[in-house]
């Protein structure tokens, strides 16, 4: 019987996103430059595109830019240096943003998403800008041990990233991620430390600096 788990459904999401971050990547008045993310996106990320309004899309171009600026903070202001992306899809962030000496990404995601991105990036010549750490898992289960085996180190402060993916699983499986999350988080007995010590401000009210090209 076939797997009807959203999970399996997200691949198709990834070049999605990765579109509208290939048209703000052309704007002169860019809020983030990610000069691979037009050949990601492919044909089914610009077809899915070419649907759409740019007002339409706006949510996903600011919250890409909304989580850049507080991953940047976190590890530059909290010394936080190891940062894990969950369902990371064709996420670029280890390569177009400026890392801390000695930050460790880890990308976890199905192997078929990450094995096409690798395949662009490795045609491109990019090189990532952080210790980059690439996970292909299965989501839907354990995967913590294989984290630790990659270098994670539950007993250091740590900065979680779970972008646009949680909206497409079910109720308990985002109970089931959570507590595989937290498991990886409180080894040291001091859970709070691995929180962000910044205020959140919403997306929408936040002004921001442009990237001129």
């Given at each position: ?159 979680w990233l779970l972008e646009g993916f949680l909206f ?46």
């Amino acid at each position: 019987m076939p797997d009807s788990s959203p999970l399996n459904n997200l691949a198709s999401t990834a070049h999605w996103t990765a579109s509208v971050r290939a048209r703000e990547n052309s704007r002169q008045d860019r809020l983030f430059a990610d000069p691979w993310a037009a050949t990601l996106a492919g044909e089914e990320g610009q077809r899915w595109l070419a649907q759409r309004t740019p007002d339409s899309v706006l949510p996903i171009v600011l919250r890409t830019r909304y989580f850049d600026d507080c991953l940047q903070r976190i590890t530059q202001e909290a010394a936080i240096c190891q940062v894990v992306l969950l369902a990371a899809g064709l996420d670029t962030r280890a390569f177009r943003l400026a890392w801390p000496e000695g930050t460790h990404l880890f990308e976890l995601d199905q192997p078929d998403v990450l094995d096409a991105k690798e395949n662009v990036l490795r045609a491109a010549g990019a090189l990532p800008a952080c210790v980059r750490h690439v996970l292909p898992v299965d989501l839907n289960g354990p995967w913590q041990e294989r984290l630790v085996t990659d270098g994670f180190n539950p007993g250091q402060p740590s900065a979680w990233l779970l972008e646009g993916f949680l909206f497409y699983i079910f109720a308990n499986q985002k109970q089931v991620f959570s507590f595989y999350c937290l498991s990886c988080c409180q080894r040291d007995g001091h859970s709070g430390r691995k929180c962000s010590p910044f205020p959140w401000k919403r997306p929408k009210s936040t002004h921001w600096n442009t990237i001129n090209k």
